[in-house]
């Protein structure tokens, strides 16, 4: 027995028109944030990796 599939809900479809322009402004504020917190991000969750990376190397922007 075949089951019809079931409509996604709205709030879950892909954004379109004018609603692009404010999820990609969201993403950016997310790589700002990686970016200015990476070194404390790695220090805490993985120590023994931060240990090994060289931090006075010079970063390229995400």
Do not use: C
């Amino acid at each position: 027995m075949m089951h019809e599939s079931t409509p996604i809900s709205p709030a879950l479809e892909e954004p379109s028109g004018a609603k692009t322009a404010a999820y990609q402004d969201f993403d950016s504020l997310w790589k700002e944030a990686i970016s200015a917190y990476f070194q404390p991000f790695m220090h805490l969750f993985f120590p023994q990796v931060s240990n090994e990376i060289d931090w006075r190397l010079a970063r390229r922007p995400v």
